[in-house]
């Protein structure tokens, strides 16, 4: 199966808003508000594709054809903790989306996800998803919480994070080949401790204030 290519993001919004998250000064409440706006500008263009219906409605100068959203519904999964910090901006975008949600922490002696929670929607097969984590490192945790998701008959997915490093693209690519990525930014390498370099250190750490 071909790969999709990565979208990586170029926008000025988006990258003056990177630039102030990644900073070490930047506090906790500034550090969510800013994950948040950056997954909304994100999301815009991962929601791009989706389809649109003629619908008749009457404005104030009266009758005209106007477009709705159609076809599958959509759904966001945000991957704990640290995901939960671009889900309101997401929501922004799209009110009515259904939310599931996927608990993974990384093993700190094998840098490998362990799974401690899993809760979808009951329609999640029906639906089209967006797996959210603002950090893409050695992608583990992603390629576990798509390969769930897939099993439970989702044909669909795409992964929205903020920073990306070239191993966890490549690995993600790789394991699913057929999943579009958005990111705010690819960077440099991992360090020794799996870290994103230059990144901006631990989000769920920097988002929670649980450093």
């Excluded at 070490?24 to 219906?53: H, M, N, P, Q, V």
């Excluded at 005209?64 to 903790?81: E, Q």
């Amino acid at each position: 199966m071909a790969q999709n290519k990565p979208f990586i993001m170029d926008h000025p919004l988006i990258q003056h808003k990177l630039s102030i998250l990644r900073d070490e000064k930047t506090g906790s409440k500034e550090f969510r508000a800013l994950t948040s706006e950056i997954a909304a500008l994100i999301c815009y263009e991962a929601t791009r594709d989706l389809t649109l219906e003629d619908v008749e409605i009457h404005t104030p100068m009266g009758p005209m054809t106007a477009k709705h959203l159609s076809g599958r519904k959509l759904a966001f999964v945000p991957i704990l903790r640290a995901g939960m910090g671009m889900l309101d901006g997401v929501l922004t975008l799209v009110p009515a989306a259904k939310v599931g949600h996927i608990g993974l922490y990384r093993d700190h002696e094998t840098a490998q996800p362990v799974e401690y929670y899993c809760k979808l929607p009951s329609d999640i097969a029906e639906r089209d998803v967006i797996v959210l984590d603002p950090m893409l490192a050695t992608g583990g945790s992603a390629i576990d919480a798509i390969t769930q998701i897939k099993a439970r008959g989702v044909k669909n997915i795409k992964f929205m994070c903020i920073i990306a490093a070239p191993e966890g693209m490549n690995a993600l690519s790789k394991a699913h080949p057929d999943v579009q990525v958005y990111c705010g930014a690819l960077d440099d390498h991992l360090n020794g401790d799996k870290y994103i370099v230059p990144g901006l250190g631990d989000a769920g750490d920097r988002i929670f204030g649980t450093k």
